[in-house]
């Protein structure tokens, strides 16, 4: 089986362990949603941060999100894994690093425009996201998606074949099946 993976809020515990840091670059205090928001509208701005965030290697600090490093490690001996992020690939050399210090092993490691991860992935049996506008367009190209459940995503759905999660343990229950 192919499985495609997002990093940021899916892997990496990115939005909560970087939350502060963002909010004092923006000089306000920002909810999940007006973040995700902030990040779609000022791209200019945002340049800024991702340069800031580089400088600091502040993306080799977050942590895992519970349940992912141990369930990547274990579909990795019988899986072909496809990492597929939005970061800029700039930050490949410092994705590549964390993903080296928190063990999480993969076949392939992406840099993708938003809504374009299925060209990067190719034809994967289930992908795990944690934006929804994505896994809208993901829908149409893989069998299943999970989507990781966040303040910023709680809209309908949409699609049929995208199911909303609350965590990696729901992700493996819903494969044994």
Not at 15 to 21: G, I, M, P
Not at 111 to 130: M, N, P, Q, V, Y
């Amino acid at each position: 089986m192919k499985i495609g993976i997002d990093i940021d809020n899916v892997i990496a515990n990115t939005f909560v362990d970087l939350a502060a840091r963002f909010n004092e670059y923006m000089g306000r205090e920002l909810s999940p949603s007006e973040v995700v928001e902030v990040m779609r509208r000022e791209k200019l701005r945002m340049w800024g941060y991702w340069f800031l965030t580089w400088r600091k290697r502040l993306l080799t600090q977050v942590s895992v999100i519970d349940g992912a490093g141990e369930t990547i490690r274990e579909w990795h001996r019988e899986h072909e894994i496809v990492l597929v992020t939005s970061r800029l690939p700039v930050l490949n050399r410092q994705t590549r690093q964390w993903l080296a210090q928190n063990s999480i092993p993969y076949h392939e490691l992406h840099h993708s425009k938003e809504t374009l991860k299925h060209r990067k992935s190719g034809a994967c049996d289930i992908f795990i996201e944690d934006n929804l506008e994505e896994c809208q367009v993901l829908a149409d190209h893989c069998p299943t998606v999970f989507l990781m459940d966040h303040p910023w995503n709680r809209r309908p759905l949409g699609k049929s074949n995208i199911v909303r999660v609350s965590g990696w343990g729901q992700i493996r229950e819903a494969l044994k099946h």
